[in-house]
């Protein structure tokens, strides 16, 4: 069964190093989508992409992120300058439709540890 | 604003105990309702949805009912098992943002059953 894959499992960053995150979406799908989980705290939408661009972003991804589709396959996050709040579980998803009564489809997600 | 508010966890059962965990929502419109799951170490996967009111959500012995008049879409199981302990997060889609953020999350709730 097709699914969403994302790396590392776990990383461990010193403060304002930068991190990437990658994920692998659903090779047929079209939407992609960044979510963050704060230890204990609801799951938070970060950022949504659709064509090769950010089709909305929330408060929480400032200029410090940014998200990439650059070979067609791979999404990825970047964290430029991480701080200890950035430490967090990152969840990938994506969609084959934007109709809201479809699936969203979610990778294991990365668990960042900003020291 | 949009919103879904979850129970407090963590909730305890045995095995064959009844479940219930409760999820109201604050919503404009008509959004459609979700209950995803997170077993350890894996991502979020759908666990159940209902698109509109009224409409029952179920899956794996897990119901769910769209109840309009109360803003509730509470999670029922008659009888848990040890293999159902995970976390659940009930979501739902703003029908006012198609392509952006997808889905709202609760806290989530965590399930613990023992034999």
């Known amino acids: 069964e097709p699914e969403v894959t994302q790396t590392p499992s776990h990383q461990v960053t010193q403060m304002g190093q930068e991190v990437i995150l990658r994920c692998v979406p659903i090779s047929n799908h079209l939407y992609f989508y960044w979510y963050r989980q704060i230890l204990g705290q609801k799951v938070e939408f970060l950022v949504s992409f659709y064509n090769n661009e950010i089709s909305e972003k929330s408060e929480i991804f400032d200029d410090q992120f940014s998200v990439e589709r650059p070979d067609g396959s791979n999404f990825t996050l970047k964290i430029r300058s991480t701080k200890l709040e950035d430490s967090a579980m990152y969840f990938c998803a994506s969609r084959t439709t934007l109709q809201n009564t479809g699936e969203l489809f979610f990778g294991e997600g990365s668990r960042l540890t900003v020291l | 604003g949009n919103s879904v508010t979850q129970m407090e966890g963590p909730v305890t059962l045995s095995e064959e105990a009844f479940l219930t965990i409760n999820c109201t929502y604050t919503a404009t419109g008509y959004p459609s309702l979700f209950w995803y799951v997170q077993y350890p170490g894996e991502g979020l996967q759908l666990l159940l949805k209902?698109?509109?009111?009224?409409d029952k959500g179920s899956n794996k012995g897990f119901e769910a009912t769209y109840r309009k008049e109360t803003t509730s879409f509470h999670l029922e199981k008659g009888s848990v098992q040890v293999s159902d302990s995970a976390v659940y997060f009930c979501a739902l889609s703003d029908p006012t943002n198609q392509a952006g953020t997808a889905l709202i999350f609760g806290k989530g709730t965590t399930l613990s059953v023992s034999s």
């Open positions: 209902a698109t509109k009111a009224d």
